[in-house]
């Protein structure tokens, strides 16, 4: 079974506080992606990668960025959080073609004061 | 751009019953997959089930099962012999063939089930 895992799944940080997620997965899965889950606007996505040191933005990138150093590990930064990025965050892998589904990990409820 | 509506934000149905969850799509690809997932309390989410756009043959997943209508870009998930443990958001997504392998995702439906 593939299993995805997200380093935390609560977390409170500062107002400008540089915040890492950390995401792990264990299938070899090409593909990575980071999600923001809001009520009432289901899933948005943040950035992906579908390879290592290989990153493109998603639909909402802008106070985001990514690294992915190995092809298991996937991290998601907030350079100076701010309030607005409280939410839950999801990360998902799937393998390297179209039809693939995506799993995911348990999330991270971030909360920024 | 692929965009996913599911029009109902809320829905309930009695233990043993069947319920219907919409959802509509819009994609310009002649390529692409549409899946339903679920995420209970827990936040974990599942897949339930998925279709190929090629495929004409619904897809069913034990008592999970969908209406697949192309033409009307609609794909509604049928839950039958509902259980307690259906209890969660229901999501649609749409994923293109071109599309880097980036699902797009409805808003969700938040799916009660009556004892």
């Known amino acids: 079974d593939v299993k995805v895992t997200q380093s935390s799944r609560y977390l409170v940080k500062r107002t400008g506080e540089k915040v890492f997620l950390e995401c792990v997965q264990d299938?070899?899965?090409?593909?990575m992606f980071w999600y923001r889950q809001d009520p009432g606007l289901g899933l948005r996505l943040i950035y992906f990668?579908?390879?290592?040191?290989?990153?493109e933005k998603g639909d909402i990138p802008e106070g985001y960025s990514v690294s992915r150093e190995k092809k298991e590990r996937f991290s998601l930064i907030l350079e100076s959080a701010s309030t607005n990025q409280t939410s839950m965050y999801l990360c998902?892998?799937?393998?390297?073609?179209?039809?693939?589904?995506?799993?995911f990990g348990n999330g991270t409820r971030l909360t920024v004061t | 751009a692929q965009t996913v509506t599911q029009s109902q934000p809320e829905m309930s149905v009695q233990e043993a019953e069947t319920v219907t969850l919409s959802c509509t799509y819009d994609?310009?690809?002649?390529?692409?997959?549409l899946f339903w997932y679920k995420q209970p309390p827990s936040r974990q989410m599942i897949l339930v089930i998925r279709?190929?756009?090629?495929?004409?043959q619904n897809a069913t997943e034990n008592r999970f099962s969908v209406n697949f209508q192309k033409a009307a870009k609609s794909f509604s998930l049928k839950i039958s012999d509902s259980q307690l443990g259906d209890a969660a958001m229901y999501f649609c997504?749409?994923?293109?063939?071109?599309?880097?392998?980036?699902?797009?995702f409805g808003k969700g439906t938040l799916l009660t089930v009556n004892p």
């Open positions: 299938m070899d899965h090409e593909n």
């Open positions: 990668s579908y390879d290592v040191k290989m990153k």
């Open positions: 997504a749409s994923l293109s063939g071109g599309s880097n392998y980036k699902l797009t």
């Open positions: 998902a892998s799937s393998l390297g073609h179209s039809n693939s589904p995506l799993h």
């Open positions: 279709q190929e756009a090629y495929k004409q």
């Open positions: 994609t310009s690809e002649s390529d692409y997959y």
